[in-house]
């Protein structure tokens, strides 16, 4: 199967979405490339920020609170601290409910101590998933939501390119699940994937780090035998 993304502003989300794990995706040989679960737990001591202001998102207001959200939260520049090194990347503006999205879960810490849980050869990287119960309280209070896809903004699938995995849920309007990302390392880049997933940003240094992660030993299954951790996401200048 293909990853599978939406078309902006669909009514009645609520009824699509039981969980916000993401759908496996295929290179164009059907090889699976994704999953959304981790065999063994890593151990987090993140302190969670409070969360009192925030609502509890919702396919029912999630988009309005990111349409929100985004007016008030103009930084589009991350970094990702890994055992490897250091990833950075450029979020597009255009794109900005997932821009926004990835914002608000960095300032929500949510992607500390997540790990690169999916990784295939000369292909793709996907992290911000985990099975430790820390992260799934974090998903429980940040809420269950997915995002519609945002593909008609001139940008592609290469080298490099940041874009977000499928829900597990099978739905007519492709939505995409928000807690997880993936960055094509494919020499040439992917762009078959154009039109079925959201890009909405690239690395701008790290590459070599991407390179690392993606070279790292895995099973059948595309799982890292050692669990690559993401120590820290935080907003840059």
Known sequence: MRFQ?????????????????????????????????????????????????????????????????????????????????????????KTKFHRANFVYLTKRQYFNGTLFYRVVKDFVIQGGSSDDYNIAERRQKIGHYLLPPDTKRGYTHKRGAVSMPSSEIENAYKLASPFQFFIIQRNGGADYLDGDYTVFGEVTKGMDVVDKINAVKTDDGDWPLSNVYIRKVELIE
């Open 5 to 93: 993304l939406v078309i902006p502003m669909i009514i009645g989300f609520g009824l699509l979405l039981l969980s916000c794990e993401d759908k496996q995706t295929s290179k164009k040989t059907n090889t699976t490339v994704v999953k959304d679960s981790i065999k063994s737990k890593p151990k987090v001591e993140t302190k969670e920020t409070t969360t009192s202001e925030f609502p509890l998102l919702t396919d029912n207001n999630a988009m309005e609170f990111f349409l929100e959200y985004e007016k008030e939260n103009q930084e589009d520049k991350v970094r990702i601290t890994t055992d490897f090194g250091i990833i950075e990347i450029q979020l597009y503006d």
